[in-house]
């Protein structure tokens, strides 16, 4: 059954503490984003990667991290440098590889979420 | 820089009837593609329908359709026959496509439908 795994679904983080989330995929996909969604906002992209061992970040990149060793590993680190971060972050992939897809119809496809909560 | 925007932050409609959810959106890129995602309480992101911009008709799924208005830069979903399972946060989305290949989904602030009874 493919799809995006997520984990944890909550996690409680004490001020000044990094925590890690998770995001794995077995779709096979090239592409795997990070997004954050705050009450009654959009979605906003944190960061992407588009090929294994290279990522871009997004509109609001400042306080994460992440690492993209595995084709189908994509971790976000939010650090203690972040200084808002309760939210729900959400995983998504799709199969665009690095200046190869140039046809925009290729659905992203979503993980279930991590809430994450400063406690 | 691309620009979703959705200026209803909220919608009510009774249950069978049809909705529209407005959602425009801004670039200088001749091809893109404007998605819609449906998100429930659950939080998950479910795909709901998809128009480039070089397609001729407007794009259907079931009871979802897109009136896609290039000129204006507005790509509207339209439920017919609404149901109390559509009630949830639907968002509008678009990615451009680049030399380096396409760019990552742009969503707007999104719209929580009620479906009333």
């Known amino acids: 059954d493919g799809g995006i795994t997520q984990s944890p679904k909550y996690l409680f983080r004490k001020e000044g503490q990094n925590v890690t989330l998770s995001c794995e995929q077995n779709?096979?996909?090239?592409?795997m984003y990070w997004y954050r969604q705050d009450p009654g906002q959009g979605l906003r992209l944190i960061y992407y990667?588009?090929?294994?061992?290279?990522?871009q970040k997004g509109d609001i990149a400042e306080g994460y991290s992440v690492s993209r060793e595995k084709k189908e590993s994509f971790p976000l680190t939010v650090t203690s440098a972040q200084k808002n971060p309760t939210a729900f972050y959400l995983c998504?992939?799709?199969?665009?590889?690095?200046?190869?897809?140039?046809?925009?119809?290729?659905?992203?496809?979503f993980g279930q979420g991590t809430r994450l909560t400063v406690v | 820089a691309q620009k979703i925007t959705q200026t209803q932050p909220g919608m009510f409609v009774q249950e069978k009837e049809a909705v529209t959810l407005d959602c425009t959106y801004d670039?200088?890129?001749?091809?893109?593609?404007l998605f819609w995602y449906k998100q429930p309480s659950s939080g998950e992101m479910i795909f709901l329908i998809y128009?480039?911009?070089?397609?001729?008709q407007n794009a259907t799924e079931g009871r979802y359709s897109l009136n896609f208005q290039k000129a204006r830069k507005s790509a509207n979903l339209v439920i017919s026959a609404s149901q109390l399972g559509d009630s949830a946060m639907y968002f509008c989305?678009?990615?451009?496509?680049?030399?380096?290949?396409?760019?990552?989904?742009?969503f707007g602030k999104g719209t929580r439908l009620s479906v009333i009874a």
């Open positions: 998504a992939s799709s199969i665009d590889l690095y200046g190869k897809h140039r046809d925009p119809n290729t659905e992203a496809f």
């Open positions: 779709l096979n996909h090239d592409a």
């Open positions: 990667s588009q090929i294994v061992n290279d990522f």
């Open positions: 670039t200088s890129d001749p091809s893109y593609g």
């Open positions: 128009q480039g911009s070089y397609d001729q």
């Open positions: 989305a678009m990615r451009e496509v680049r030399n380096s290949g396409n760019t990552p989904l742009v």
